[in-house]
C-alpha cells in the first residue's frame, strides 16, 4: 500500500518562499502522476500542480503558475513543492497525492484531485499579510 507523507508547512510573511515535501514509499512504479492539492476549511480541495513521474511534465494551476514549481527526487522518492511569492489567498492544507494507473508516455498529469487514489495526511501552509 503507497504511502505519502508531506512536511514543510509553516507561518510565512507573505512574498515569502516555502518548500513542501512528500516522501512517498510502499510501491515501486516508475511513471506515474503524481501532484500537489490544498484545501481550506468549508471549500473543496482545489489542485496546484501535477508531475508526470519518470517522464517529467508537470502542469499547473492558474493560480500558481510562475510562483509554484513541482520536481521530484528520483535518489529518495521525494515530490516537492517549491512556493514563492507567497499570497495569504494561498493559505490552506496541502496534500501530495499519486495516481499509479497505467498511462500512456504523451500524457498529461492532471490537476485534478478526483483523479488521485493515494494521499498523504496534509501539511498547514498560512501566509499573513
Known amino acids: 500500500e503507497p504511502q505519502l507523507v508531506e512536511s514543510g508547512g509553516d507561518s510565512v510573511q507573505a512574498g515569502g518562499s516555502l518548500r513542501l515535501s512528500c516522501a512517498a514509499s510502499g510501491y515501486t512504479y516508475t511513471t506515474y502522476c503524481m501532484g500537489w492539492f490544498r484545501q481550506t476549511p468549508g471549500k473543496e480541495r482545489e489542485g496546484v500542480a501535477a508531475?508526470?513521474?519518470?517522464?517529467?511534465?508537470?502542469s499547473y494551476a492558474d493560480s500558481v503558475k510562475g510562483r509554484f514549481t513541482i520536481s521530484r527526487d528520483n535518489a529518495d522518492n521525494t515530490l516537492y513543492l517549491q512556493m514563492n511569492s507567497l499570497k495569504p489567498e494561498d493559505t490552506a492544507m496541502y496534500f501530495c497525492?499519486?495516481?499509479?494507473?497505467?498511462?500512456?508516455?504523451?500524457?498529461?498529469?492532471?490537476?485534478?484531485?478526483?483523479?488521485?487514489?493515494?494521499w498523504g495526511q496534509g501539511t498547514q501552509v498560512t501566509v499573513s499579510s
Open positions: 508531475i508526470y513521474v519518470g517522464v517529467g511534465r508537470s
Open positions: 497525492a499519486a495516481d499509479l494507473a497505467e498511462r500512456h508516455l504523451s500524457d498529461q498529469c492532471v490537476v485534478d484531485p478526483e483523479a488521485y487514489t493515494y
